[in-house]
């Protein structure tokens, strides 16, 4: 059974970093791509991050290109996301989601396994 | 500001048939890409319903299905039941964005 469990959400003020980690459990952790989306508060799903299986190729939304940084380590099982300068509209629900797709440039891929997420406040 | 517009809400009595548009532009379904499913139940993280434009995944009931056509796709519920109620997102790839993208979203209410 596929398992993500995110963790690391919380207050922090604007300007602030906070990282976020996802333990995946249930699969092949390294052979898949894995993602970041997160949900502001009464608000719909936005993409945010996304890595390859071997982490050598990352992806970020404009919304957040140049502060979060998504990473893995695949030794652990675990997926990262190192948010740093946050501001009041990164609050929001983060999930990490297994990512899956079936052509070669990642256009296809969507999201098949979710964790329950974690969140996060920027407020001060 | 999302790039797929959804209706943000539809409604239906028990067992009714219920429809939710996802538009969307040349530079994404429009392009050709992909357009996949969630359903969001309250409280609760997303749910995968359709990948690939009109596949179900193993424990989805048939009662979901889902086409595309041109800048547009579509979801249709049928039979529709109490536990159907939530939040509905379509998602595909953008080619202006480079990125992944949701829909608005989709409130289902069974009357």
């Known amino acids: 059974e596929v398992k993500l469990l995110e963790s690391g959400g919380g207050l922090v003020q604007p300007g602030g970093s906070l990282r976020l980690s996802c333990a995946a459990s249930?699969?092949?952790?390294?052979?898949?791509?894995m993602s970041w989306v997160r949900q502001a508060p009464g608000k719909g799903l936005e993409w945010v991050s996304f890595?390859?299986?071997?982490?050598?190729?990352?992806y970020h939304a404009d919304s957040v290109k140049g502060r979060f940084t998504i990473s893995r380590d695949n030794s652990k099982n675990t997926l990262f996301l190192q948010m740093n300068s946050l501001r009041a509209e990164d609050t929001a629900v983060y999930y990490c989601?297994?990512?899956?797709?079936?052509?070669?440039?990642?256009?296809?891929?969507?999201?098949?396994?979710w964790g329950q997420g974690t969140l996060v406040t920027v407020s001060s | 500001q999302s790039v797929l517009t959804q209706p943000p809400s539809v409604s239906g009595a028990p067992g009714q048939r219920v429809t939710i548009s996802c538009t969307g532009s040349?530079?994404?379904?429009?392009?050709?890409?992909?357009v996949h499913w969630y359903q969001q139940l309250p409280g609760t993280a997303p749910k995968l319903l359709i990948y690939g434009n009109s596949n179900r995944p193993s424990g989805v009931p048939d009662r979901f299905s889902a086409s595309k056509s041109g800048t547009s796709a579509s979801l249709a519920i049928t039979g529709l039941q109490a536990e159907d109620e939530a939040d509905y997102y379509c998602?595909?790839?953008?080619?202006?964005?480079?990125?992944?993208?949701f829909g608005t979203g989709t409130k289902v209410t069974v009357l």
């Open positions: 249930g699969f092949s952790f390294s052979n898949y791509a």
């Open positions: 040349s530079a994404n379904i429009g392009a050709g890409y992909d």
């Open positions: 890595s390859t299986g071997r982490g050598d190729n990352t």
């Open positions: 998602q595909t790839y953008d080619s202006s964005l480079s990125g992944y993208v």
């Open positions: 989601a297994k990512f899956r797709g079936y052509c070669a440039d990642g256009a296809c891929y969507y999201f098949d396994y």
